[in-house]
């Protein structure tokens, strides 16, 4: 383990104990948890939340991809904001995918494709409309989002992985909060890292979602807030979206009076979280 994910991790661990302290299951959420979507378990597991009150009904589908700057976290750390999110009248998917720098990239974005094929393999059994798909992803899964939704709408760029998206398919919709968009050198170490060559400047490039995006990739809700450390890479992300003209909606939360830090979305008690949230399945709804 190298010293820079071990104190990531403590720290962010720290963070989240205190965020979730006390939390339980929803009573109106159904949850399936721990079900491999590949071989290298504890890694390639997830769960699966419905809204009760929808026993039996074809839901559109949420995929979270959660953040931890590539080298921490895993379902359990995100189980309650996905719940919340079923609660909102979605099937929500949330996985755990392999970390750096135990593994290297494209480890991460392997298991997320292999997530995105789970859904399709899997809708007739937990009620899943394939036909309407979105995802969301915060910090390093925004970037990874971001990546994969290029990967699904470029096929130029896709070609430059070993993996392929089921067939035909593009996100319905995307969430991008709080994200990292433009990689460059202030990154280095997590790069050195991530990367196998260490962040070379081809796995830059390669890694630059920026530089992969075309009109097709999927409408967007991109959103950051006041005292995000990343909110500059918001207004890029958007400026790209309506330099491509694909359908956005740019939110900034918070203000005066109001210290909005990075995700502050995923924690449950916090009312622009929940507000935000609520934006964002909105969003969703107007492409169902």
């Not at 963070?15 to 290298?40: H, M």
């Amino acid at each position: 383990m190298s010293k820079i994910a071990d104190q990531l991790r403590h720290d962010f661990k720290a963070n989240d104990d205190i965020r979730d302290a006390g939390l339980t299951t929803p009573k109106d959420v159904v949850r399936y948890d721990d079900i491999a979507y590949g071989k290298d378990l504890p890694w390639q597991a997830l769960d699966l939340y419905r809204p009760r009150a929808l026993a039996g009904r074809i839901l559109p589908v949420i995929v979270s991809i959660h953040g931890g700057g590539w080298m921490y976290g895993d379902k359990e750390r995100y189980q309650y904001y996905c719940m919340s999110l079923a609660q909102r009248g979605f099937a929500v998917v949330n996985f755990t995918y392999r970390l750096a720098p135990e593994y290297k990239y494209p480890a991460g974005m392997e298991d997320t494709n292999a997530v995105f094929h789970w859904v399709f393999d899997h809708a007739n059994i937990y009620g899943l409309d394939t036909g309407h798909i979105f995802a969301v992803g915060d910090s390093a899964g925004a970037h990874m989002l971001s990546i994969y939704s290029c990967i699904c709408a470029n096929p130029d760029y896709a070609a430059r992985y070993g993996f392929a998206p089921p067939a035909g398919f593009i996100p319905t919709a995307v969430a991008l909060n709080c994200g990292a968009y433009v990689m460059g050198s202030e990154r280095s170490e997590l790069m050195a890292e991530l990367l196998p060559g260490g962040g070379t400047k081809e796995e830059i490039e390669l890694i630059s979602p920026l530089k992969h995006m075309t009109a097709d990739f999927p409408p967007t809700f991109v959103m950051t807030a006041n005292e995000d450390f990343l909110k500059p890479q918001a207004a890029v992300m958007a400026a790209r979206l309506a330099e491509l003209d694909v359908p956005f909606e740019y939110r900034y939360y918070g203000g005066k009076g109001q210290h909005l830090q990075h995700v502050f979305h995923c924690d449950m008690r916090s009312e622009q979280g929940k507000l935000c949230n609520d934006e964002e399945c909105d969003f969703f709804r107007r492409f169902i």
